[in-house]
């Protein structure tokens, strides 16, 4: 057996499974790759009401992470994903940087799955400022986009894709806007923009709330698309029927959490991955 390929998430850890680092090495297995974390923060739930709590990890400890994952070679496509806090953010640009990755999708996390605020504005600032100008493909939802844009809040597709644009301005090479079930109709649609042309990604919108989770693994699968040689407007594609059927399939944890299950893409379509 040849060596497979690696990827890498720099991410957080969703103790629930549904997200962070555990979404992320669930989908790269699927997609046939050696994941690898160097993790951020840890999430934690309160079980009563659901309220979440976030840790970060000491930053030497995120430096020391990383120096065991590049002693055995770059990666073939990572990503990030939550990452806390502005001195987080920054490794994690250098680790990009200095090291040359390529492959990079950046997911700017800045919300827990049932939250509304921004969790770290200077975070948030320094996501744009630094990561994105790295990033390959980046995967803001509507809450995110809307930020990074400096729109607000996005109401429909053509507000998406002024977004998509602001965001490539900043450096981006090719920006995903994803609206989930965000927009009114009976479609799930995400705006595709790289800087020259425009593409709608849809599918049926599912009446669940079984979809924590589903931000993440739709990025994650972007990296397994590219660490397999796709293109990027192709990785997203299948990332979107990944997703798809993450999503279709997603199923109660407990009384407050639905997550997506990740090898449902896998099941519905033995042998045809990639």
Same mark, same amino acid.
């Given at each position: ?17 549904? $997200?962070? +680092? ?22 934690? +739930? ?31 496509? +990572? ?20 090291? $040359?990755?390529?492959? &990079? ?45 400096? +729109? ?29 079930? $965000? ?90 991955? &990639?």
């Amino acid at each position: 057996m040849t060596t497979p390929l690696k990827t890498l998430t720099i991410a957080g850890s969703d103790t629930s499974a549904a $997200g962070g +680092m555990q979404a992320d090495l669930k989908t790269f297995e699927e997609f046939g790759t050696y994941g690898m974390v160097a993790l951020t923060c840890i999430v934690t +739930m309160d079980p009563t009401d659901w309220s979440h709590h976030v840790n970060q990890v000491d930053p030497q400890l995120l430096k020391d992470q990383l120096a065991t994952v590049f002693s055995g070679g770059n990666p073939d496509a +990572m990503k990030t994903g939550m990452l806390g806090d502005q001195a987080t953010v920054e490794i994690a640009y250098h680790a990009i940087k200095d090291h $040359g990755l390529k492959n &990079v999708v950046i997911d700017p996390v800045m919300i827990c799955k049932g939250e509304t605020d921004v969790l770290n504005p200077d975070a948030a600032n320094a996501i744009r400022d630094l990561l994105l100008p790295l990033a390959d493909v980046t995967t803001p939802n509507l809450f995110e986009a809307g930020v990074l844009s400096g +729109m607000g809040t996005l109401h429909n597709v053509d507000e998406m894709k002024q977004a998509a644009r602001k965001i490539h301005e900043l450096g981006a090479k090719n920006v995903v806007v994803k609206g989930g079930k $965000g927009l009114n109709g009976d479609e799930a649609v995400d705006v595709f923009y790289d800087g020259k042309m425009f593409e709608l990604l849809k599918s049926e919108k599912q009446a669940t709330d079984r979809n924590a989770g589903a931000g993440c693994t739709f990025a994650a699968a972007v990296v397994g698309g590219l660490a397999n040689g796709l293109s990027a407007v192709d990785a997203v594609h299948l990332a979107k029927k990944f997703d798809t059927a993450a999503i279709q399939n997603g199923f109660d944890l407990n009384n407050f959490l639905g997550p997506v299950f990740h090898p449902a893409y896998r099941i519905q379509e033995i042998g045809k991955l &990639v």
